[in-house]
């Protein structure tokens, strides 16, 4: 049974720095691109950012380009996004996913349908 558990969520204030973690069970995702989502109360969810499968390419959401930092280890299955400079419209529900289609063009998927695997989400609060 394929499962993604994400960890790392918690309530920080504006400027402070979070790190999430997602690990897999189940079996290998060391070939397919992975990438993490968040969804705000009433908002739809939306992409975040994404990482190769060798993690030698990342791509990131313009809302945190400069803050936040995909990585991956893939000797351990897992995934990490490194935030920074955290502000309050960073609020949200975040979850990791992998993808079901390459990198296309120099761009990773980034929409939900084209992610097959979801992890069941972490809650980061920022309050200001």
């Known amino acids: 049974q394929v499962q993604l558990v994400e960890s790392g969520g918690g309530l920080v204030q504006a400027g402070a720095s979070l790190r999430l973690s997602c690990v897999a069970s189940?079996?290998?995702?060391?070939?397919?691109?992975m990438g993490w989502f968040r969804q705000a109360p009433g908002k739809e969810r939306e992409f975040v950012a994404a990482?190769?499968?060798?993690?030698?390419?990342?791509y990131y959401a313009d809302s945190v380009k400069g803050r936040f930092t995909i990585s991956r280890d893939n000797a351990k299955n897992s995934m990490y996004l490194q935030m920074n400079s955290l502000k309050p419209e960073d609020t949200a529900a975040y979850y990791c996913?992998?993808?079901?289609?390459?990198?296309?063009?120099?761009?990773?998927?980034?929409?939900?349908?084209?992610?097959?695997?979801w992890g069941q989400g972490t809650q980061v609060t920022v309050s200001s």
């Open positions: 996913a992998v993808a079901s289609t390459p990198y296309r063009d120099g761009l990773p998927p980034s929409r939900n349908v084209e992610y097959t695997f």
């Open positions: 189940g079996r290998t995702f060391s070939a397919y691109v």
């Open positions: 990482i190769s499968w060798d993690a030698g390419r990342t």
